[in-house]
């Protein structure tokens, strides 16, 4: 899975985070970016104003539009034409009010009135943006197999192995053939393939920088790196590299989905519904801790970490401020992010890097110190501050405890008196009702 890449920003001492964070996994690729760099300097123009900004710095804009007009736009990097999504909503926009596309989410809901904002979301929950993605996917998708069809048709491929000195002229599945046959160096089918000569660039450049094409170890010189690839049998790409998900058509078919989920959808519409499951295992998910890079695949032991090494003691904080789960959520949340700004979740001191703040809060005896409810207990904090959080998913849930746990745990509980219910029955209203109903109805 690709990671998300951080976009931040400072503007008058804020600091901003337009997307989740993500721990540290490989570099994000954009699925189906062009290589061509009249591409890049395609020129993209605010949906508000006249600012514009070439789409290789498509993060200013996005900035921009967030600290300037406070719109957000949902999922960019699903977007498959960046530029003619922003130029429609452009045409949109000038011709009704904002509020008529986008929800509002106003911030420091509980704070005051001054200190108050409202940002607008652009997402596809509103069906005509949802519409307009799928339109500009199927556009992509149809320009994508042109693109593919032209390679395949295309006689003037020339090009020496990588590997050996043979030159090959003609159709390019030459190459990609002799490669897998001579040298069992296999990249797919050459009819899966797309931007052929780009992605051999992209592997002929690696090699050329000394760096294994699978492990992307580096090494000194060409001899130990042609011993390592063949006797480790890296003689293949890592399919976990998103580097390489934009020259494989599959990464085309279907609006936000990898090869591999496509892949995984087709093979359980082969699987019966009886198949046996027992051989089935999850892959370990690591929980960080709040404070330094200490992983573990058990919960309780960054729990333990954080207690023993840093003094946090999150069980307690929930017992202490009766926390139930969301508030929980905000919370870890809330320090995750003050901490990434190298802020102090306590005092709001702001230090120069994240090894000084984790000190500061040490050494200030700052770790069991939360601000006010209302600093962190805000909505923007519902959002994970790193989208793969896995700390979020082991809170517990206090609601649930709270019939044991809370202030009405020594309210006696008294049954309804059931010892007469025939002197009740005569006695009741309803039995004078329904006589007088009957006397009625003889009459």
């Given at each position: 899975?690709?990671a998300c890449v951080e976009k931040k920003m400072n503007s008058d001492e804020q600091?901003?985070?337009?997307?989740?964070?993500?721990?540290?996994?490989?570099?994000?690729?954009?699925?189906?970016?062009?290589?061509?760099?009249?591409?890049?300097?395609?020129?993209?123009?605010?949906?508000?104003?006249?600012?514009?900004?070439?789409?290789?710095?498509?993060?200013?804009?996005?900035?921009?539009?967030?600290?300037?007009?406070?719109?957000?736009?949902?999922?960019?990097?699903?977007?498959?034409?960046?530029?003619?999504?922003?130029?429609?909503?452009?045409?949109?926009?000038?011709?009704?009010?904002?509020?008529?596309?986008?929800?509002?989410?106003?911030?420091?809901?509980?704070?005051?009135?001054?200190?108050?904002?409202?940002?607008?979301?652009?997402?596809?929950?509103?069906?005509?943006?949802?519409?307009?993605?799928?339109?500009?996917?199927?556009?992509?998708?149809?320009?994508?197999?042109?693109?593919?069809?032209?390679?395949?048709?295309?006689?003037?491929?020339?090009?020496?192995?990588?590997?050996?000195?043979?030159?090959?002229?003609?159709?390019?599945?030459?190459?990609?053939?002799?490669?897998?046959?001579?040298?069992?160096?296999?990249?797919?089918?050459?009819?899966?393939?797309?931007?052929?000569?780009?992605?051999?660039?992209?592997?002929?450049?690696?090699?050329?920088?000394?760096?294994?094409?699978?492990?992307?170890?580096?090494?000194?010189?060409?001899?130990?790196?042609?011993?390592?690839?063949?006797?480790?049998?890296?003689?293949?790409?890592?399919?976990?590299?998103?580097?390489?998900?934009?020259?494989?058509?599959?990464?085309?078919?279907?609006?936000?989905?990898?090869?591999?989920?496509?892949?995984?959808?087709?093979?359980?519409?082969?699987?019966?519904?009886?198949?046996?499951?027992?051989?089935?295992?999850?892959?370990?998910?690591?929980?960080?801790?709040?404070?330094?890079?200490?992983?573990?695949?058990?919960?309780?032991?960054?729990?333990?970490?954080?207690?023993?090494?840093?003094?946090?003691?999150?069980?307690?904080?929930?017992?202490?401020?009766?926390?139930?789960?969301?508030?929980?959520?905000?919370?870890?949340?809330?320090?995750?992010?003050?901490?990434?700004?190298?802020?102090?979740?306590?005092?709001?001191?702001k230090f120069g890097s994240k090894p000084e703040v984790i000190r500061h809060v040490?050494?200030?005896?700052?770790?069991?110190?939360?601000?006010?409810?209302?600093?962190?207990?805000?909505?923007?904090?519902?959002?994970?501050?790193?989208?793969?959080?896995?700390?979020?998913?082991?809170?517990?849930?206090?609601?649930?405890?709270?019939?044991h746990t809370g202030p009405w745990r020594d309210v006696p509980v008294i049954a309804?008196?059931?010892?007469?219910?025939?002197?009740?029955?005569?006695?009741?209203?309803?039995?004078?009702?329904?006589?007088?109903?009957?006397?009625?109805?003889?009459?």
């Amino acid at each position: 899975m690709a990671a998300c890449v951080e976009k931040k920003m400072n503007s008058d001492e804020q600091e901003w985070i337009l997307e989740p964070l993500c721990f540290p996994e490989q570099p994000a690729t954009d699925i189906g970016t062009n290589s061509s760099s009249h591409h890049d300097m395609e020129v993209v123009t605010c949906v508000l104003c006249s600012h514009s900004a070439p789409l290789s710095e498509k993060d200013r804009l996005l900035k921009h539009l967030v600290l300037v007009h406070k719109l957000v736009i949902a999922d960019v990097k699903l977007i498959a034409d960046f530029p003619k999504y922003m130029e429609y909503w452009k045409n949109r926009i000038s011709e009704q009010p904002i509020t008529d596309f986008c929800s509002v989410i106003k911030t420091n809901s509980q704070g005051p009135v001054e200190k108050q904002e409202h940002y607008f979301l652009l997402c596809d929950v509103l069906p005509e943006d949802r519409v307009l993605r799928e339109h500009l996917q199927q556009k992509r998708l149809e320009e994508i197999l042109e693109q593919q069809q032209r390679e395949r048709d295309d006689d003037s491929f020339q090009r020496i192995c990588m590997f050996c000195n043979d030159e090959f002229n003609g159709n390019r599945s030459s190459l990609l053939n002799h490669m897998a046959r001579e040298h069992s160096f296999n990249v797919g089918l050459p009819d899966n393939i797309v931007y052929c000569v780009e992605f051999l660039d992209h592997l002929q450049s690696k090699l050329d920088n000394l760096q294994c094409l699978y492990c992307e170890k580096t090494f000194r010189d060409k001899t130990t790196l042609k011993d390592h690839m063949r006797k480790k049998q890296h003689r293949r790409i890592n399919g976990n590299n998103s580097e390489y998900d934009c020259f494989y058509i599959i990464n085309y078919l279907e609006l936000g989905k990898t090869w591999e989920e496509v892949q995984s959808e087709d093979d359980r519409e082969m699987e019966d519904e009886d198949d046996d499951w027992s051989d089935w295992q999850a892959h370990p998910v690591c929980a960080v801790c709040l404070f330094c890079e200490q992983q573990s695949e058990s919960m309780e032991k960054i729990y333990t970490h954080m207690e023993e090494t840093h003094g946090f003691d999150l069980h307690k904080l929930k017992t202490e401020l009766n926390l139930r789960f969301y508030q929980q959520v905000k919370l870890v949340n809330y320090i995750r992010r003050e901490i990434h700004q190298c802020r102090c979740y306590g005092c709001q001191e702001k230090f120069g890097s994240k090894p000084e703040v984790i000190r500061h809060v040490m050494e200030a005896g700052h770790v069991m110190q939360l601000p006010e409810t209302s600093t962190w207990d805000q909505p923007q904090y519902y959002f994970p501050t790193y989208e793969n959080d896995a700390l979020l998913c082991a809170l517990s849930d206090s609601d649930s405890e709270s019939e044991h746990t809370g202030p009405w745990r020594d309210v006696p509980v008294i049954a309804e008196d059931i010892s007469n219910l025939k002197v009740l029955k005569q006695t009741s209203v309803l039995s004078h009702l329904l006589k007088n109903t009957d006397k009625e109805n003889g009459s």
